[in-house]
């Protein structure tokens, strides 16, 4: 078996004697470990002009390759095409898409430098395995430079159906760059469905379930992406003991708490999640006063403007919430704009009853998943989850919603708040079984196979 490469917008380099933050960091060094190899993504660091060579930074078996980039080239290639375009149509909000030809030219020359970043790295007998929406011509700019290796592809983000994908100009190019990758890897079955529809009648399957396109035989399927759901359950009672924890559930006194834990997104479906709260507390007006609603959503990609806008609009929501239903020792609805530590984290989500997983879309979500995996099997909370989030294809055990519709979301709460404990119990066990039979590690495993069955 050979060296692995990874190829990811940003590089997440993990200090010795420390623990990687989040499942993919976690499930990309393990994989990594296992057969030596290279990690390349993007520093961090902005330039003035396009930087050179990526820094090499030796650990073990494993080297991490940095690439520095250019400001105005980031702004187009991530700020612009990739989060400005790409990220709204792959989430079905076509009206947030603002295409530019300069922005995805920028796109494509920050995939052509990663190309030209990595040619230098590889060895005769390495696989490739590139991450994300940010980077999806790579594997046609490195088949241009002569490299045979096997490639493989995930897309962390759902993938839309064709007319929603056809709003994007250059949908077929798009479309030609991901069959050029040995194995493309989805997240769910509805997504996989949606890329074949969308290269239409260009490809058949053959007899050994692969897809024939373009004159190659591929591999396109959905690998779930999951969590590290043994040590979450294990880490999970000392985090609930931690002081983080006790202090949450010494500021509740005996009330109920709601979590909600995303990235602050417009995909996540926020507006929506606080509008459900208040109805929550309009049509059971005994809630009042008796439980509350934790939102955890740290700002990201603040420099693009509907990302500012979603941000000011859940400030108004919160401010009208709570201005309307707080009283003298009760706030409703605490919103916090942080970013809080993982153990931290699973000390809260096992600290409460309901956790409100509501994406308006959602290649899977892993809090949804982390929620579960952190709860007491003897008391555990119940998950309210979208229908929309890749999610709900395996947690069928949730109480499934449709996000856009508010009054639903509410009785599903009120359900949730109200469920007995044995009903609990069931649905915990029988999510549990789901995410101990696809752990993270499983993924990993799975999607490097199909990636070894092309080699
Ligand atoms: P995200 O959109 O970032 O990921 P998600 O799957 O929920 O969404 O993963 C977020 C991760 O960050 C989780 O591990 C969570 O614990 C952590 N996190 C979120 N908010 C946090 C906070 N406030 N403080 C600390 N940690 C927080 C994208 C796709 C998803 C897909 C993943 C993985 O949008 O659909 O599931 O990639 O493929």
């Known amino acids: 078996?050979?060296?692995?490469?990874?190829?990811?917008?940003?590089?997440?380099?993990?200090?010795?004697?420390?623990?990687?933050?989040?499942?993919?960091?976690?499930?990309?060094?393990?994989?990594?470990?296992?057969?030596?190899?290279?990690?390349?993504?993007?520093?961090?660091?902005?330039?003035?002009?396009?930087?050179?060579?990526?820094?090499?930074?030796?650990?073990?078996?494993?080297?991490?390759?940095?690439?520095?980039?250019?400001?105005?080239?980031?702004?187009?290639?991530?700020?612009?095409?990739?989060?400005?375009?790409?990220?709204?149509?792959?989430?079905?909000?076509?009206?947030?898409?603002?295409?530019?030809?300069?922005?995805?030219?920028?796109?494509?020359?920050?995939?052509?430098?990663?190309?030209?970043?990595?040619?230098?790295l590889l060895r005769p007998g390495d696989r490739i395995w590139v991450h994300d929406y940010q980077l999806i011509p790579l594997g046609r700019l490195l088949r241009d430079r002569g490299v045979t290796a096997p490639i493989g592809f995930f897309l962390h983000t759902p993938f839309p159906t064709p007319e929603v994908l056809r709003t994007l100009p250059t949908h077929e190019v798009l479309l030609q760059d991901l069959a050029a990758y040995d194995v493309v890897g989805l997240h769910t079955t509805r997504d996989r469905d949606a890329l074949l529809a969308a290269w239409h009648r260009g490809w058949r399957e053959t007899p050994?379930?692969?897809?024939?396109?373009?004159?190659r035989r591929i591999v396109v399927e959905s690998f779930p992406i999951s969590i590290e759901t043994e040590?979450?359950?294990?880490?999970?009672?000392?985090?609930?003991?931690?002081?983080?924890?006790?202090?949450?559930?010494?500021?509740?006194?005996?009330?109920?708490?709601?979590?909600?834990?995303?990235?602050?997104?417009?995909?996540?479906?926020?507006?929506?999640?606080?509008?459900?709260?208040?109805?929550?507390?309009?049509?059971?007006?005994?809630?009042?006063?008796?439980?509350?609603f934790m939102q955890i959503a740290p700002p990201t990609r603040g420099e693009v403007a509907d990302y500012q806008e979603i941000r000011h609009q859940l400030e108004s929501l919160a401010g009208s919430i709570n201005g309307e239903f707080a009283d003298i020792d009760w706030v409703p609805l605490r919103y916090l704009n942080k970013s809080v530590p993982r153990k931290t984290l699973l000390g809260f989500y096992r600290s409460a009853r309901v956790g409100l997983v509501t994406p308006m879309r959602d290649g899977m979500n892993l809090v949804a998943k982390e929620y579960v995996a952190a709860q007491d099997p003897e008391d555990p909370g119940v998950l309210v989850l979208s229908e929309f989030a890749g999610a709900a294809e395996e947690l069928d055990a949730a109480l499934i919603v449709n996000p856009f519709d508010v009054e639903r979301v509410a009785e599903a709460l009120e359900r949730a708040l109200t469920m007995?404990?044995?009903?609990?119990?069931?649905?915990?066990?029988?999510?549990?079984?789901?995410?101990?039979?696809?752990?993270?590690g499983h993924w990993r495993r799975r999607f490097l196979a199909a990636l070894e069955g092309a080699a």
């Open 231 to 292: 040590e979450i359950a294990a880490d999970a009672p000392a985090a609930w003991n931690m002081r983080s924890a006790h202090r949450l559930r010494d500021s509740l006194v005996g009330r109920d708490l709601i979590i909600g834990v995303d990235r602050l997104d417009y995909s996540k479906g926020l507006p929506r999640r606080f509008e459900a709260f208040r109805t929550l507390l309009e049509r059971w007006p005994d809630r009042r006063g008796r439980v509350s």
């Open 420 to 440: 007995p404990v044995e009903e609990r119990r069931d649905r915990h066990a029988s999510m549990m079984r789901v995410l101990r039979a696809n752990d993270i």
């Open 1 to 120: 078996m050979g060296r692995l490469i990874v190829v990811s917008n940003r590089i997440a380099p993990v200090e010795e004697g420390t623990a990687p933050q989040g499942g993919l960091a976690v499930a990309v060094l393990a994989a990594l470990k296992e057969a030596g190899g290279v990690w390349l993504g993007w520093s961090g660091k902005l330039l003035d002009a396009p930087g050179g060579a990526p820094k090499l930074k030796r650990a073990g078996s494993l080297t991490y390759a940095m690439l520095d980039l250019a400001q105005a080239d980031f702004d187009l290639y991530y700020n612009g095409h990739a989060n400005s375009t790409l990220w709204p149509i792959f989430h079905y909000r076509i009206q947030l898409a603002h295409y530019s030809r300069a922005a995805e030219d920028g796109y494509r020359r920050v995939n052509a430098q990663f190309a030209d970043a990595l040619l230098p």
């Open 208 to 215: 050994d379930g692969r897809i024939e396109i373009g004159g």
